[in-house]
């Protein structure tokens, strides 16, 4: 099976062929290419800790700095026990990716620690954030490169982390890292952002399709942050959310769901499975949800959730992407061949990474926004990304994630050449 990182250089390697009858000079574009297929810094350290018991432990820890040729490098970091060097340099690739697609200042960057956080204690946690801050210290800050949460990461970790940094620097510096409590300098909005700017795309396309929100069915699979803010947001603007699920299995009504009653029963009971069983509600398997006749499947949760071993059986009209990479290429393959419309990831779920980007801006300008303020700021670049991506996808009549990918590639690689760096 092919890596992540392979994964990520193929990806661009494949719209290559598509740009390069964009420039006069083709050694200088394939030699862009070739380069914006490497890591520009990939740092890895072995942090010991001490244990609650007294014990020392030692933790793989990684942060991939791919490209700042368009800023300062940006992006997560997950506490993960499959977190390894291949899977941080991907995600630091999609991220320059995922910057560019919506036209943000920045590169991609990502950095984790081999780590199952529920086997630590809070103090232990916080010993391991730390250090792990410090090991970190001399290669970023606001205008080198910008962590934020991601996986079993969040405000907190980042507070740890925040902290240890400004002891190392000796001043304070809040725009070093993003998805920060709102006392410590977080944004309004930050905690629907990703869910949020999927509800945007949703609405951008629908206007494309002339398709009715009233009439236009979505099943989510993932009922985590971004599959519930995405639903709760998508079915108060007039969508109809028939179907939604967690880990175990969803809950499906083709009348249509009260998305604020069934999270307030989440929160009671659990999951969906016993959700059902109390309220003698339809309970589905993820695979029944992924295959329901609906006009949008919007996948929230895991990776390679559509294969081509699944993609035959899928009758949604239109993927909307909120997790990251839920469709393989095989699959996306299939699902084109049958006339299908893949709205891709580094588009869809962008919407996180954008209000990350705008509380680096108010860290900066020691100013904060109001929420309303970041969700019009939000709609205009989520907006005008999709845009961006349906003209290049309708004139060069290739897919959505092909289009994106142009947008995107066509953005780094001029800084690149701007910049002489080839």
């Given at each position: 099976m092919i890596s992540a990182f392979e994964n990520a250089k193929k990806q661009i390697g494949a719209v290559s062929g598509i740009l390069i009858k964009d420039y006069a000079d083709k050694t200088v574009f394939n030699k862009t290419i070739i380069r914006l297929k490497k890591i520009d810094n990939f740092l890895k350290k072995e942090i010991k800790i001490k244990l609650d018991n007294g014990k020392t432990k030692t933790f793989k820890a990684y942060r991939s700095q791919?490209?700042?040729?368009?800023?300062?490098?940006?992006?997560?970091?997950?506490?993960?026990?499959?977190?390894?060097e291949d899977e941080v340099k991907a995600l630091s690739t999609w991220m320059s990716i995922k910057c560019a697609v919506v036209n943000i200042p920045y590169g991609g960057g990502?950095?984790?620690?081999?780590?199952n956080p529920k086997d630590l204690s809070l103090k232990e946690l916080e010993r391991l954030t730390r250090e792990y801050a410090k090991f970190l210290a001399p290669h970023i800050?606001?205008?080198?490169?910008?962590?934020?949460?991601?996986?079993?990461?969040?405000?907190?970790?980042?507070?740890?982390?925040?902290?240890?940094?400004?002891?190392?620097?000796?001043?304070?510096?809040?725009a070093t890292f993003t998805g920060k409590a709102i006392e410590l300098g977080g944004s309004m909005g930050r905690t629907e952002?990703?869910?949020?700017?999927?509800?945007?795309?949703?609405?951008?396309?629908?206007?494309?399709?002339?398709?009715?929100?009233?009439?236009?069915?979505?099943?989510?699979?993932g009922f985590g942050n971004v599959g519930f803010w995405f639903s709760k947001i998508a079915s108060g603007m007039g969508y109809k959310i028939v179907a939604v699920s967690d880990s175990i299995g969803g809950i499906y009504n083709k009348k249509g769901l009260d998305i604020d009653k069934l999270a307030k029963l989440k929160e009671k009971f659990g999951s969906f499975a016993v959700i059902a069983k109390k309220n003698k509600l339809k309970l589905i398997s993820n695979d029944e949800l992924l295959n329901l006749d609906v006009d949008i499947l919007a996948p929230a949760a895991l990776e390679n959730a559509i294969t081509e071993k699944n993609a035959r059986e899928i009758k949604a009209k239109t993927i909307l992407e909120l997790a990251n990479g839920p469709t393989t290429p095989?699959?996306?393959?299939?699902?084109?061949?049958?006339?299908?419309?893949?709205?891709?990831d580094v588009l869809c779920n962008a919407g996180g990474v954008t209000v990350s980007y705008f509380e680096w801006v108010q860290n900066l300008h020691g100013y904060n926004w109001t929420k309303a303020k970041v969700n019009r700021e939000l709609k205009k670049?989520?907006?005008?990304?999709?845009?961006?991506?349906?003209?290049?996808s309708h004139q060069r009549k290739i897919s959505y994630r092909k289009a994106a990918y142009v947008l995107a590639v066509k953005r780094i690689i001029d800084a690149m050449i701007l910049r002489g760096r080839v």
């Open positions: 791919h490209n700042d040729a368009r800023g300062p490098y940006k992006g997560g970091i997950r506490f993960h026990p499959n977190v390894d990502k950095g984790g620690i081999s780590v800050g606001p205008w080198v490169d910008v962590p934020a949460p991601d996986v079993n990461t969040d405000e907190k970790i980042m507070a740890w982390a925040l902290d240890a940094y400004e002891k190392v620097i000796g001043r304070h510096a809040p952002a990703t869910g949020q700017g999927g509800a945007y795309i949703l609405d951008s396309y629908a206007d494309h399709q002339g398709l009715i929100p009233s009439n236009t069915t979505i099943a989510i699979q095989e699959g996306e393959e299939i699902l084109l061949k049958g006339k299908k419309h893949v709205l891709p670049v989520m907006e005008r990304a999709f845009e961006e991506v349906h003209t290049i």
